[in-house]
């Protein structure tokens, strides 16, 4: 089964081409990294797979079925690269609406936010501001939040840009760990 199938994407910008007749298949349970330098297109091809764009050209298959726009929050867990967490509210207070907004509550949220907060490594930040979060955890919260609908497919742009070297050992061993189990 393929994760993820995209076949002959274009999308311009103005006189921009940030996409030119992209084609790839990721298959279920791969780790796929996207390379390249500044500009390149990958978050807009990013953007594209999350349904935040539409494409000028081509077809897109997440998980072999083509989904309706409202259905790819509930399948794909989708980290940005910019940062979107709301700074007056906590880490919890967080994951609380976000997770309602994905339609999980009550006790089965609190579950998954508690092991969430473990995965992350701020549980014992749950009750702080995220405005008061450094960087690194802002980033580790932004990638706590899209676990939320326990994804089958994680696209995660730029995840630990502005992350120090021991907190970037972190993240990729929690991929490794959500990859496995
Ligand atoms: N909303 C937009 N409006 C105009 N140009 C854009 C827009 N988004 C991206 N671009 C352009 O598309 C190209 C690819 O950008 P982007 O996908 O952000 O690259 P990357 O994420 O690889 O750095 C760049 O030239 C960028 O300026
Ligand atoms: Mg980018």
């Given at each position: 089964m393929n994760a993820i199938e995209a076949r002959n994407i274009s999308k311009s910008f103005a006189e921009v081409r940030?996409?030119?007749d992209v084609s790839l298949s990721i298959r279920q349970g791969d780790f796929f990294g996207l390379l390249g330098p500044n500009g390149a297109g990958k978050t807009t091809f990013m953007r594209i797979l999350c349904g935040l764009l539409s494409p000028d050209q081509g077809d897109l298959r997440i998980l072999d079925s083509r989904l309706e726009r409202w259905q790819i929050p509930f399948a794909m867990g989708i980290v940005p690269q910019d940062i979107a967490l709301y700074?007056?509210?906590?880490a919890q207070g967080n994951l609380e609406l976000f997770g309602k907004l994905r339609g999980v509550q009550g006790a089965e949220l609190h579950r998954r936010i508690d092991r969430i907060l473990d995965q992350i490594g701020l549980t014992d930040r749950r009750?702080?501001?995220?405005?008061?979060?450094s960087g690194g955890m802002k980033r580790r919260l932004n990638l706590g939040v899209a676990l939320l609908s326990e994804p089958r497919v994680l696209l995660l742009d730029?995840?630990?840009?502005?992350?120090d070297p021991r907190s970037r050992a972190g993240i990729f061993d929690l991929l490794e760990e959500l990859h496995s189990g």
């Open positions: 940030a996409l030119d700074d007056m509210l906590t009750k702080s501001r995220v405005k008061t979060f730029e995840p630990t840009v502005g992350v």
